[in-house]
């Protein structure tokens, strides 16, 4: 997951968070995927792997700004990235592809 602030005005703080929820509850926040607290522009990268199930599942962004009196921006953004994990399946065909060409390859060597 990254979290980005792309612009924020001087002293103002922006807290950045994820949650995921397999259960795909809307604006959950059960479980944290990460969180980073900002008060100048800048990118924070949490590495963090959650198997959130083959169904569906939710992911709810919160953004908390905290702003002195007057006016400004902020923009930040939130990164989800999903990764696929090989299914148990695909590493088995792959470890039996294997051992087959070590076959071929042990035969081709004692036959010539």
Known sequence: MGLTTNLL???WTVTLAG???????IFATENQIGSADFNAIG?????KIIDAG?????VTALYTITAPA???SANSTVKIL???????????LL???LAGFG????RRRTVT
């Open 9 to 11: 005005s001087a002293g």
């Open 19 to 25: 949650y995921i929820n397999p259960l795909n509850g």
């Open 43 to 47: 990118t924070h990268d949490v590495a």
């Open 54 to 58: 083959s169904g569906p599942y939710s």
């Open 70 to 72: 007057g006016s400004g």
């Open 82 to 92: 999903d990764q696929a994990i090989p299914e148990p399946a695909s590493l088995a």
């Open 95 to 97: 470890g039996v592809a």
């Open 103 to 106: 076959i071929i390859a042990r």
